[in-house]
């Protein structure tokens, strides 16, 4: 199979090559699929443990300043991504090198099966607590729930699109329902402006937990946005999707847990008798999210696939397939009760990447897709999360944002260094010549 026929073939999902022109998508299919990426509940969770932890004036700070910053990182992606037509892991490729881009794509992978894993394991604990005579044990709802999950993945693009446009107004209609409920049960919020937390979170902390809470799926829109038919669709589509499922399920998140001193959205629900809103919101709202992240882990295994003999001969599907599958023998073994470790480890790792990219993209402009592994790149990464670790321990400013500046940072200047090499060891073969 050539070049020309597997990347013009949509059961490949335009994985190994640009999405063409006419297979773009508009505005409002991009609006509706991306919406649903960040529109999950543990948006409202965070957004009520910086509520609780903060006074409402600096809890509103810190989410302006978090979703801003993943914003950003979510349009500048956004913006290469329209212009090459490129995912997420193949993008990496102009950075880090075919060998480099591989470690990044392992990583990408590994990442979306944990948090599928580790969702339909909550979910599935969620179904148990609001049904008491649900007969199916947690680990085996939680297989039944990914299964579910990978229908729409499968079937790519169009599968995302059919399932946020049933998903995202569901799942924010019943939200703001269980908000509307919870403010009439309250006095509409009574005592929520001059509320004075009695562990109160420090500016750093809050604010790096939404970073760090979506850095990963802010990481990976790019696999959406590669439809875009312009730079504005991109920024229009990054805007309403982040302000939607990010800024306004966390203040919301946050008016719920202030108002009935509960930080758990779901919890905070139940003890309002509004469990079965909550679960209803988490049915669509999670599946929205999970797909997505089964669709880039099978864009990332393929940017793999794409230096082997099996290339051309795996399609989207049976990838997709496979994730889920690894993510629900996870979930089935109780990932759950070992997860943080593992969060903590990739919100570490994942953050430097983008910024790489977008150092490559916009200042150094030397693609390095045709090399095997660009040193300045994998350096770049190792100290953008040796930074991060090095706050995180400190408890200094935000780690994912540190993370991520650095690993910018020091890509550029590696660049420079490097150019400036090459060109001096020109300069003296012309002079001996």
Same mark, same amino acid.
């Given at each position: 199979?050539?070049?020309?026929?597997?990347?013009?073939?949509?059961?490949?999902?335009?994985?190994?090559?640009?999405?063409?022109?006419?297979?773009?998508?508009?505005?409002?299919?991009?609006?509706? +699929?991306?919406?649903?990426?960040?529109?999950?509940? #543990?948006?409202?969770?965070?957004?009520?443990? +910086?509520? +609780?932890? #903060?006074? #409402?004036?600096?809890?509103?700070?810190?989410?302006?300043?978090?979703?801003?910053?993943?914003?950003?990182?979510?349009?500048?992606?956004?913006?290469?991504?329209?212009?090459?037509?490129?995912?997420?892991?193949?993008?990496?490729?102009?950075?880090?090198?075919?060998?480099?881009?591989?470690?990044?794509?392992?990583?990408?992978?590994?990442?979306?099966?944990?948090?599928?894993?580790?969702?339909?394991?909550?979910?599935?604990?969620?179904?148990?607590?609001?049904?008491?005579?649900?007969?199916?044990?947690?680990?085996?709802?939680?297989? /039944?729930?990914?299964?579910?999950?990978?229908?729409?993945?499968?079937?790519?693009?169009?599968?995302?699109? !059919?399932?946020?446009?049933?998903?995202?107004?569901?799942?924010?209609?019943?939200?703001?329902?269980?908000?509307?409920?919870?403010?009439?049960?309250?006095?509409?919020?009574?005592?929520?402006?001059?509320?004075?937390?009695?562990?109160?979170?420090?500016?750093?902390?809050?604010?790096?937990?939404?970073?760090?809470?979506?850095?990963?799926?802010?990481?990976?829109?790019?696999? +959406?946005?590669?439809?875009?038919?312009?730079?504005?669709?991109?920024?229009?589509?990054?805007?309403?999707?982040?302000?939607?499922?990010?800024?306004?399920?966390?203040?919301?998140?946050?008016?719920?847990?202030?108002?009935?001193?509960?930080?758990?959205?779901?919890?905070?629900?139940?003890?309002?008798?509004?469990?079965?809103?909550?679960?209803?919101?988490?049915?669509?709202?999670?599946?929205?999210?999970?797909?997505?992240?089964?669709?880039?882990?099978?864009?990332?295994?393929?940017?793999?696939?794409?230096?082997?003999?099996?290339?051309?001969?795996?399609?989207?599907?049976? /990838?997709?397939?496979?994730?889920?599958?690894?993510?629900?023998?996870?979930?089935?073994?109780?990932?759950?009760?070992?997860? #943080?470790? /593992?969060?903590?480890?990739?919100?570490?790792?994942?953050?430097?990447?983008?910024?790489?990219?977008?150092?490559?993209?916009?200042? !150094?402009?030397?693609?390095?897709?045709?090399?095997?592994?660009?040193?300045?790149?994998?350096?770049?990464?190792?100290?953008?999360?040796?930074?991060?670790?090095?706050?995180?321990?400190?408890?200094?400013?935000?780690?994912?944002?540190?993370?991520?500046?650095?690993?910018?940072?020091?890509?550029?200047?590696?660049?420079?260094?490097?150019?400036?090499?090459? /060109?001096?060891?020109?300069?003296?073969?012309?002079?001996?010549?």
């Amino acid at each position: 199979m050539d070049d020309k026929t597997v990347q013009n073939d949509e059961v490949y999902e335009y994985a190994f090559e640009e999405v063409p022109q006419k297979k773009r998508k508009g505005l409002i299919s991009l609006i509706v +699929v991306l919406t649903g990426y960040p529109l999950t509940l #543990l948006n409202f969770v965070y957004g009520g443990q +910086v509520g +609780v932890g #903060l006074s #409402l004036s600096k809890a509103i700070l810190v989410l302006l300043v978090g979703n801003a910053f993943l914003l950003t990182v979510v349009i500048l992606t956004g913006i290469i991504a329209f212009k090459t037509g490129l995912s997420t892991a193949f993008l990496s490729k102009r950075a880090f090198g075919k060998s480099g881009s591989h470690i990044f794509s392992l990583l990408l992978a590994g990442s979306a099966v944990t948090f599928v894993a580790m969702n339909g394991d909550i979910f599935a604990r969620m179904i148990k607590s609001t049904f008491a005579s649900w007969p199916i044990p947690v680990s085996v709802t939680a297989v /039944i729930v990914i299964l579910v999950w990978v229908i729409s993945a499968m079937n790519g693009y169009k599968g995302l699109f !059919v399932i946020s446009s049933l998903g995202v107004p569901a799942a924010f209609f019943f939200c703001m329902y269980g908000v509307y409920a919870a403010g009439v049960s309250t006095n509409w919020f009574e005592g929520v402006t001059s509320y004075v937390p009695e562990n109160p979170m420090t500016f750093s902390a809050a604010t790096a937990a939404i970073v760090g809470s979506f850095i990963f799926g802010s990481t990976i829109t790019p696999d +959406v946005l590669r439809y875009a038919k312009s730079k504005l669709h991109v920024v229009i589509t990054g805007f309403i999707a982040f302000f939607i499922g990010c800024f306004c399920l966390q203040l919301a998140g946050a008016f719920v847990a202030i108002s009935t001193g509960e930080g758990d959205f779901t919890i905070a629900m139940a003890s309002l008798g509004l469990g079965l809103v909550a679960f209803i919101a988490a049915i669509f709202a999670v599946w929205t999210t999970q797909d997505n992240n089964i669709y880039g882990a099978s864009l990332a295994i393929q940017n793999i696939i794409k230096d082997t003999t099996y290339y051309g001969k795996i399609k989207h599907s049976h /990838i997709a397939s496979t994730v889920a599958i690894l993510a629900a023998i996870l979930a089935f073994g109780g990932i759950y009760t070992h997860v #943080l470790p /593992i969060i903590q480890f990739l919100s570490l790792l994942v953050p430097p990447v983008p910024a790489i990219i977008i150092a490559e993209e916009f200042f !150094v402009k030397n693609s390095k897709s045709n090399i095997l592994a660009n040193k300045s790149a994998i350096l770049s990464w190792f100290f953008g999360g040796l930074a991060s670790y090095i706050c995180l321990k400190a408890n200094f400013f935000v780690p994912p944002i540190i993370g991520i500046l650095t690993a910018g940072i020091l890509y550029i200047l590696f660049e420079k260094i490097k150019n400036k090499k090459i /060109i001096k060891g020109e300069s003296k073969d012309k002079a001996i010549g």
